[in-house]
């Protein structure tokens, strides 16, 4: 018999052992892969998880979910519904929300897209089968003993694009959407084609793309997420449609987006919004200002709102700082880009419960006190509100381009101001597709490079080559609120038949760095439109309209403004090989002499939303 101070001793140090080893858990946590963590989440909060969902589409098809449900929940319950094509067994933020929404009382189904890991089916692309198979899936939902016939959908990128795809067929089952930094969810909506976030003014965003595609975009059965580390070095091999194949063999989606053209009948097949939908589900849309798809988020918005008096009450969007699904991260991180961000933070899994509470559960207000735009100035460090997208407060300013004719360089005679010259020239600079202007930052997404820079970043080194033409405005005499979509409207001339302008702005601060403030292009055979591409013919002056997106930034007053303009940035976006052909198959590229042309009545301009400030700044 061992005395009775042995064993309080021993029960002692076995909690002490286990408390130990339980805040090393859980200060290590960040370190523990999700998918370790979750069988012991289910057993602390009481969640059932069932691996082995079998949902058979209307052709056969079948797709394999995990269903997580609260144990001991009584009566129906209310479903969250998340797809995605990354693992549904391994993806953070799928198990992340999983748990969160089974703990307080959701059903919670997570679904393998058709052809992804265990779901059945071949040749995925991105969306293909998207709406009907999210249709299916909400038909064996609600038909399920432990349904209340309520399902929300939540998700960020892919996850919040697939939602969009569910949303256009407008089932009523599908009571609530939380969609994030979707935007690639469009297709061709209001003028513009971007399908999955891959194109911008009819260019390619090369780095983005080829490197989503060369994880994910494989076309076997059950294929996986790998990294492929070789994608970076291939990038700047020729032809543009091999460079996936040479980093990753094997039949890839990217083959699909890459040969088809934008104006091409086939991706009616894809189910991306387009401005033929009208969709009524009630979002809370989330995304950044960092995001490549930022300008598409907003016109889907916009579209939602068109559809429906219903529509326009039922959404709310919030636009944070950040890049990419940062909006619940950036707070905490405290920078975006290079520059530093603070109050920054909203209660977004706060807000998630009470959408859903709301029109999955008939509980609280649904947001009610929450405005149709919440958005965060960057650089003012605070939130605004609007009822609609642009403000309707804000007022449009023209910022002329200026030059003695040699803009050329940071170091140049290019400058930024109210007032167009009143003589005609131009500024030209040569493109060489071998030698393009490098990318610093900007809308980036999903590169295969992990040292890629996103967001605001000093541009200074690209503002030293030839080839790019520098505009830059005197000390700002009061601080400028800028908040909408910017755009460049430039008259231009080539040498060759079709060639790209991309355009930037840039806060250049007092010590003089030049950070980012939005940016875009435009591939110039798409000039009228993605329906009829013409070319140039070489020596005529074209007007043209390059959209940078949104953005609401504020600079201060002493700062100035800059335009940026150049025929690249490598490797965020494709070159442009300059011939006219297609592109993507051709090696053999062509220089350009590429003329922005000034003054006069087509002289070009920078087209700035501004907002008044309430109150002088420091």
């Known amino acids: 018999m061992r005395p009775a101070s042995f064993w309080w001793l021993l029960i002692i140090t076995s909690l002490m052992v286990a408390s130990v080893a339980a805040g090393l858990v859980y200060t290590l946590r960040g370190y523990i892969p999700a998918h370790w963590q979750v069988p ?52 953070g933020e799928a198990l992340g929300d999983a748990m969160f929404f089974a703990r307080n009382g959701y059903a919670v189904l997570v679904q393998d897209v058709r052809g992804k890991f265990e779901s059945e089916g071949e040749g995925f692309v991105p969306w293909r089968h998207a709406t009907g198979d ?17 399902v929300g959908t939540i998700g960020c990128s892919a996850l919040g694009e697939l939602q969009y795809s569910l949303a256009r067929a407008n089932h009523p089952a599908h009571a609530a959407m939380i969609p994030g930094a979707a935007g690639g969810a469009a297709g061709l909506l209001a003028g513009n084609a971007e399908y999955f976030g891959a194109f911008e003014g009819g260019v390619l965003q090369l780095a983005g793309t080829a490197g989503w595609f060369s994880r994910h ?28 194949r040479r980093a990753r063999p094997g039949a890839n989606a990217y083959d699909d987006f ?25 979002a809370l849309v989330i995304n950044t200002w960092g995001d490549p798809t930022i300008e598409s988020t907003l016109a889907i918005s916009e579209a939602m709102r068109r559809a429906s008096p219903q529509a326009a009450a039922h959404q709310h969007v919030v636009i944070a700082p950040g890049n990419h699904c940062e909006y619940e991260t950036i707070a905490g991180m405290g920078h975006f880009g290079e520059l530093s961000v603070r109050n920054a933070d909203q209660p977004y899994r706060q807000w998630y419960l009470q959408w859903f509470d709301y029109w999955l559960r008939g509980k609280g207000d649904g947001l009610a006190n929450l405005p149709p735009y919440l958005y965060y100035v960057v650089g003012e460090q605070r939130w605004l509100t609007a009822s609609t997208w642009p ?70 080194d690209v503002e030293t080559r030839d080839d790019v033409l520098v505009y830059t405005s005197a000390p700002l005499e009061a601080p400028l609120r800028i908040v909408g979509p910017l755009r460049a409207h430039l008259t231009v001339s080539s040498s060759v038949p079709d060639t790209d302008f991309v355009a930037r702005l840039v806060h250049v601060w007092p010590d003089g760095r030049a950070t980012n403030i939005q940016e875009g292009a435009l591939r110039a055979r798409y000039r009228d439109g993605i329906f009829c591409p013409t070319r140039m013919t070489p020596g005529q002056t074209y007007q043209l309209t390059v959209d940078m997106r949104s953005i609401a930034y504020l600079v201060p007053r002493g700062h100035r403004l800059r335009l940026d303009i150049t025929s690249s940035s490598f490797p965020r976006l494709e070159r442009n090989l300059n011939t006219g052909g297609n592109n993507y198959d051709e090696t053999v590229p062509a220089r350009a002499l590429n003329r922005v042309h000034l003054g006069g009545d087509a002289g070009s301009y920078l087209e700035l939303p501004v907002l008044a400030t309430p109150e002088p700044q420091a």
């Open 40 to 91: 012991a989440r289910a057993l602390l909060f009481n969640v059932r998880i069932d691996d082995r969902v079998w949902i058979t589409m209307p052709d056969g098809v079948r797709l394999a979910g995990t269903l997580y449900r609260p144990r001991g929940a009584s009566g129906p319950l209310a479903t969250v519904f998340i797809r995605l094509p990354y693992n549904r067994k391994r993806y």
């Open 134 to 150: 999210g249709v299916a899936t909400l038909e064996w939902i609600t038909q399920q003993p432990w349904s209340n016939g309520k």
């Open 217 to 244: 975009g494989g076309k076997m059965p059950h294929s996986g997420s790998p990294d492929v580390p070789g994608m970076v070095g291939v990038l700047s091999q020729l032809p543009v449609q091999e460079l996936v």
């Open 391 to 460: 403000p309707v407060q804000a007022r449009h300013q023209r910022w002329y381009l200026r030059s003695g004719g040699k803009a050329n360089t940071r170091d140049g005679d290019g400058t930024l101001g109210p007032q167009p010259d009143a003589s005609e020239h131009s500024d030209g600079y040569l493109y060489d597709p071998l030698e393009p202007v490098p990318s610093r930052g900007g809308p980036l997404c999903c590169s295969a490079d992990p040292h890629a820079l996103s967001g605001p970043v000093d541009q200074r």
């Open 258 to 282: 890459i040969g088809m053209p934008l104006g091409d009948a086939g991706w009616n097949d894809l189910d991306y919004v387009t401005d033929a939908d009208r969709i009524t589900t009630p």
